[in-house]
């Protein structure tokens, strides 16, 4: 079954309680009337509460509602916060570089507010050292108190020592740290986009007005123009003619 609300002609009652564009009371009015309304304020005649009697219809834009309440909805989902827990297993005996990259998973995982639980796997003759267990939890717990605390205690569970770790913040106040990070570093780039293509112009100025000099100081210099109606002086003529 349709879960929209009936909307127009759609409405199958002969009066209502009218609502209109504003949020302001109508009254009771016959169907028709407020049909008629709608046509004159060019919206639509919803019905938000079907059960009342008579039924209560509002006066409003049915297509911009429903977009409103889709982004609303989409927003929400965004911001809802789900319980994840991760699960990191470690050896008794780890090497110390093995252990340096299981606790950068740890950390990770608690800065994105995520509960992170320790599993030590105890094989062979390790099960009567449970102390190794112990005091590797231990360790871990102290690597990471800036980001976490122990919330369930290290505790034997057959052949695994298991610990449980809280994050000390909330996992909306990390997805909201991690989307202000993204942005800024989203309007960095585009600020470092920006200042290339500003010095690229400025560049392709400096050269087009470096060409510009270049041409006038190797141009030949103009011949002085000569007066068309100077005269003309006459060879001297010879004393022995």
């Known amino acids: 079954m349709s879960t929209e609300p009936r909307i127009n002609d759609r409405i199958r009652v002969p009066e209502v309680r009218l ?6 009371q109508v009254g009771i009015v016959p169907l028709a009337k407020a049909l008629e309304l ?7 005649l919803v019905e938000v509460a079907a059960t009342a009697r008579p039924p209560v219809c509002k006066l409003m834009d049915y297509g911009k509602f429903k977009y409103e309440s889709a982004m ?46 320790i599993t ?3 094989r062979g003759r390790e099960q009567s050292r449970p102390e190794l267990g112990f005091r590797l ?26 610990m449980v770790l809280g994050p000390h913040k909330k996992k909306t106040e990390a997805m909201a740290e991690a989307r202000a990070l993204a942005d800024a570093r989203k ?22 007005t470096e060409d510009v000099v270049t041409e006038a100081q190797d141009a030949p210099a103009e011949a002085p123009a000569v007066e068309a109606d100077a005269p003309v002086e006459q060879p001297a003529a010879s004393q022995g003619a």
């Open 38 to 44: 709608a046509q004159e304020y060019d919206l639509d």
């Open 137 to 162: 939890l231990q360790r871990l717990a102290d690597d990471v108190q800036d980001l976490g605390f122990v919330e369930s205690s290290p505790k034997q569970d057959g052949r695994n020592m298991i």
């Open 120 to 122: 030590i796997m105890f």
């Open 187 to 208: 309007a960095e780039r585009q600020g470092r986009t920006a200042g290339s293509d500003a010095a690229a112009e400025t560049e392709v100025e400096d050269v087009v």
């Open 19 to 24: 609502v209109g564009p504003s949020g302001e």
């Open 72 to 117: 609303k909805a989409r927003e929400a989902r965004k911001n809802q916060a789900h319980t994840v827990i991760k699960e990191m297993k470690l050896r008794p005996k780890i090497d110390p570089h093995d252990y340096d990259t299981k606790k950068g998973h740890v950390v990770r995982f608690l800065k994105q507010g995520d509960k992170v639980k």
